[in-house]
């Protein structure tokens, strides 16, 4: 520790040190609207979304109904991961649509279910994930003492602004033609709002709490 600032091995003491932070809000429904495509959804089946849509959907479930809904849950899985093989072979194919099974509409997790999700997790401490934990905590804002935080709202300019600091202003176009290879589908603002609206009070009182520090420290809106 030098001055208060946490220094790495080997790290120069010169060196700039910048952070990009997101509204919270954004940035999970963002990641939600991703993993909700076939390719992100079998990327992300093992890491949270069998576990969150499974827990919320089975809650009232009777047997049968129970064990309707995993062995389709695992269909769906499947057909999700070997798709192109199974169209190469077959005319047809899954489409994890069932009117059959009113449990499995829609095939995609809820921003509910994922904040449920969420709260489990916290409460077990496992929750170290870059989507929904709080900035300030996985960036450990406050040691690391960085010379600039920009928010990804602010592009172009803060991003320029950056650009310029770095002495890579030559650079800058470079760099607004890199774009997250997930992230096909904008997340517009409005839409944000939108999906926000479904959760209920508990649900939201857990965010505005659980993102506390980032929502003061960034001077974000809250719900």
């Not at 890491?47 to 827990?55: C, D, F, K």
């Not at 809650?59 to 269909?75: L, N, V």
Request: glycine share 4%.
């Amino acid at each position: 520790m030098e001055n208060g600032k946490q220094m790495y091995r080997n790290e120069n003491p010169e060196n700039i040190r910048f952070t990009v932070v997101r509204h919270p809000f954004e940035r999970l429904v963002s990641h939600l609207v991703s993993s909700s495509r076939d390719h992100e959804m079998v990327m992300q089946w093992d890491l949270w979304i069998h576990e969150a849509m499974v827990h919320e959907r089975k809650k009232d479930m009777s047997r049968a109904d129970s064990i309707k809904f995993e062995r389709e849950f695992d269909d769906y899985r499947n057909w999700l991961k070997f798709w192109d093989k199974i169209n190469s072979t077959s005319s047809s194919g899954y489409t994890g649509n069932s009117t059959g099974n009113p449990f499995f509409n829609p095939p995609h997790p809820l921003l509910s279910e994922m904040v449920n999700h969420i709260q489990i997790l916290r409460r077990a401490k496992k929750d170290h994930n870059g989507h929904w934990m709080p900035a300030q905590e996985f960036c450990d804002i406050c040691a690391n003492k960085f010379d600039y935080i920009i928010k990804l709202e602010g592009e172009p300019l803060e991003l320029w602004y950056l650009a310029d600091k770095l002495g890579l202003w030559k650079d800058r176009a470079a760099f607004l033609k890199r774009k997250n290879k997930s992230t096909v589908i904008k997340t517009v603002k409005s839409d944000v709002w939108d999906y926000l609206k479904e959760l209920n009070e508990d649900q939201i009182n857990f965010l505005n709490e659980h993102f506390a520090v980032d929502l003061e420290m960034f001077d974000y809106k809250r719900m």
